[in-house]
């Protein structure tokens, strides 16, 4: 292999596009291109393999911009293999004559077509407009694509959000990253923790995206409050709202309270989870559910309101049925309005009228109002089997 040093030296590898290699002296000497040749051992090595030390890379478009910038302290070009090699490299990744991010790497392997650039070893890349940080041991650069790739044990990391995967691929023009393969992700604010094997982070507009199941747990003081899940969901970091579709589901711990549907929307901040979908609430502790066609949960004030098609069941094989019902959990209360029937089996009656209130697992339920006299229908339903 040659070895060039104390020179300064231009090669250019593309005939389509600027590649530098500048050689930096140490003491600034400029090469004689009149003195003979000298003979040394590296001569006798392969004629193809070059080695720089101190070496500056410059890529640039068709229009003259650059689209990557590289400096080293020691460069190694294989002909054959159309590889320059850099030892510890350091630099710019360029998009409309922007940086778009800042490198450092254990090594760098640039491909001879000029149409990326590969990073290899425990690579940082920073972009300094907002902040994001990519750390992993590999990095693909694809300027015409406008696609950075980031993988092997990948780790980002800003003001909002920390996140892990198997890959990142950032699109810098959309401020978008795309994380694959195990992602977990975490906000600060809301302090949410996303598990999912796909999820979009728009930065500018501070919202996630996933298409796959994901797994949502909110914590409080480092501590599990509640948890969601979905196959699909959007996540608004500025507003602190969620919203969970397809096969919605959150669960609060204290009370334990269950609510789905097919899509959920979790105001986090305020603590409050919405749907205009058909809505399944189940009380774990009192064994009792509460279906409708559309629903609210208040958290702080453990209440649940619950609109059309209203239908209720206790462990006892309790039921009401109306066109409103609020369910207040911490006082086991339950206020009905608009047609109204309550059924109890021991014994068995049922009750009609235009509003109920009452402890519905108690079965000390009250009906009020119904049929043209406002008087409250009565059903006796006998036993059969006696």
Not at 237 to 254: C, Y
Not at 267 to 277: E, L, P, R, Y
Request: charged fraction near 25%.
């Amino acid at each position: 292999m040659k070895s060039l040093t104390r020179k300064t030296f231009s090669l250019c590898l593309l005939p389509c596009a600027f590649f530098l290699l500048t050689l930096v002296s140490c003491g600034g000497e400029k090469p004689n291109l009149d003195s003979e040749p000298v003979e040394d051992e590296s001569v006798q090595e392969d004629e193809s393999n070059f080695t720089f030390q101190g070496v500056a890379l410059e890529q640039f478009d068709e229009k003259g911009q650059p689209i990557w910038k590289v400096n080293a302290k020691q460069a190694k070009y294989t002909k054959e293999k159309q590889i320059g090699n850099a030892e510890n490299p350091y630099g710019e990744l360029y998009q409309d004559g922007k940086i778009v991010y800042k490198i450092t790497a254990d090594k760098a392997d640039i491909r001879q077509d000029g149409k990326q650039l590969f990073l290899k070893g425990k690579i940082v890349a920073t972009d300094p407009e907002n902040g994001v940080v990519l750390r992993g041991n590999e990095l693909e650069w694809r300027p015409k694509e406008d696609l950075m790739i980031v993988r092997n044990q990948l780790n980002g990391t800003h003001k909002q959000l920390q996140a892990v995967a198997k890959e990142a691929r950032v699109k810098t023009r959309e401020q978008r990253i795309d994380f694959s393969g195990g992602v977990v992700a975490k906000s600060f604010d809301p302090q949410l923790q996303m598990q999912t094997e796909q999820l979009t982070w728009m930065i500018k507009q501070e919202k996630l995206i996933g298409d796959r199941t994901m797994q949502i747990n909110r914590f409080e003081n480092n501590k599990l409050t509640d948890r969601g899940r979905g196959d699909a969901a959007e996540i608004f970091l500025k507003t602190k709202i969620v919203n969970i579709t397809k096969n919605a589901f959150i669960e609060l711990l204290d009370p334990l309270v269950q609510i789905a549907s097919n899509s959920l929307t979790w105001n986090v901040n305020a603590q409050n989870i919405k749907t205009n979908a058909p809505v399944k609430v189940v009380h774990r502790a009192e064994n009792i559910t509460v279906t409708g066609n559309r629903g609210e949960l208040k958290i702080p004030q453990d209440t649940v309101f619950v609109q059309g098609d209203v239908k209720g069941i206790g462990k006892k094989g309790q039921s009401i049925q109306s066109n409103n019902l609020t369910w207040y959990l911490n006082k086991q209360l339950v206020e009905a309005s608009g047609n109204v029937t309550y059924a109890q089996t021991e014994p068995q009656l049922t009750f009609k009228g235009d509003s109920a209130t009452g402890n519905f697992n108690t079965e000390n339920v009250v009906v009020k109002g119904g049929g043209s006299n406002n008087r409250v229908i009565t059903e006796i339903i006998p036993n059969l089997n006696n």
